[in-house]
C-alpha cells in the first residue's frame, strides 16, 4: 500500500506565528485529504486537495502529485489550532480507501 | 443535513460481549467506510462497502464483520469483544472512489 510520511511529528508555536506541515507519499493518488483533529477528538476536513493550490481563512494548501508531497499551511496561529492534523492518500487503484499518516501535533501557545 | 451520524457516541464492553455500532448517512453517498483509530496513532481501514449490498475487508478486518443492506446505513459487529478492540471507531462516506470522504463523530468504546 502506500506509504504517508508526516512531519514534523510534533509543532510547538506562540499564537500569531506561521507554519508548514509537510505529508510525502509514495505512490500516484486520487485522493488527498488533510483533516484537523481537535482535542475532544472532532475529525474536521480541511482540505480536498489531490492537486494543485486552496485557500481557507489562515489555512492554505499546496499539493504536488508529480513530486508526491503536499503542504499544509498554518498563518497567524491561534490557540483553536491545537490539535493534531492528519493527512490522507487514496491510491489510484484503492477503491477509495484512505491511508493515513501518523499525524502532526500542534500546540499553540498564547 | 446530518452528514454522517454515529451510534452510540460511548460503549463500555466486558470481554465476549458483543454489539453493533450503526453508521448513517443522507448525502446518498455510494461509498462507506469503517475505521478505528488507536491512541497516538493515524486512523486505520476496518472494513468498506462500495454500494448496498457489498462490502470487502480492509487493512484491520480481524474480529469485525459488517453490513450494507441500506445504502445510507453501515453496520459494524463484533462478535465477541476482545480488551485489543478498544479504541475509537470512525465511520465515513464519499459519493464515489476519489472523492472527498465525510466523516462521523466517531464511536469511543472500551473494552474491559
Known amino acids: 500500500g502506500i506509504q504517508v510520511e508526516q512531519s514534523p511529528p510534533d509543532l510547538i508555536l506562540q499564537e500569531g506565528a506561521n507554519s508548514t506541515l509537510r505529508c510525502n507519499f509514495s505512490d500516484s493518488v486520487n485522493n488527498l485529504q488533510w483533516f484537523h483533529q481537535n482535542p475532544w477528538g472532532q475529525l474536521i476536513n480541511l482540505f480536498y486537495?489531490?492537486?494543485g493550490t486552496k485557500q481557507n481563512g489562515r489555512l492554505s494548501a499546496t499539493t504536488v502529485a508529480t513530486e508526491r508531497y503536499s503542504l499544509l499551511y498554518i498563518s497567524s496561529s491561534q490557540t483553536t489550532d491545537s490539535g493534531v492534523y492528519f493527512c490522507?492518500?487514496?491510491?489510484?487503484?484503492?477503491?477509495?480507501?484512505?491511508?493515513f499518516g501518523a499525524g502532526t501535533q500542534v500546540v499553540v501557545t498564547p | 443535513n446530518a452528514g454522517v451520524t454515529q451510534t452510540p457516541k460511548f460503549r463500555v464492553l466486558k470481554t465476549g460481549q458483543s454489539m453493533t455500532l450503526l453508521c448513517a448517512q443522507d448525502?446518498?453517498?455510494?461509498?462507506m467506510y469503517w475505521y478505528r483509530q488507536d491512541p497516538g496513532m493515524g486512523l486505520r481501514l476496518i472494513h468498506y462497502?462500495?454500494?448496498?449490498?457489498?462490502?470487502a475487508k480492509g487493512e484491520v478486518p480481524d474480529g469485525y464483520n459488517v453490513s450494507r443492506l441500506k445504502k445510507q446505513n453501515f453496520l459494524l459487529g463484533l462478535e465477541s469483544a476482545a480488551p485489543s478492540q478498544t479504541s475509537v471507531y470512525f465511520c465515513?462516506?464519499?459519493?464515489?472512489?476519489?472523492?472527498?470522504?465525510?466523516f462521523g463523530p466517531g464511536t469511543r468504546l472500551t473494552v474491559t
Open positions: 462497502s462500495v454500494g448496498e449490498g457489498t462490502t
Open positions: 465515513a462516506s464519499s459519493r464515489l472512489a476519489g472523492y472527498e470522504q465525510y
Open positions: 448525502m446518498n453517498h455510494e461509498y
Open positions: 486537495i489531490p492537486s
Open positions: 490522507a492518500v487514496g491510491g489510484t487503484d484503492s477503491w477509495g480507501k484512505l491511508q
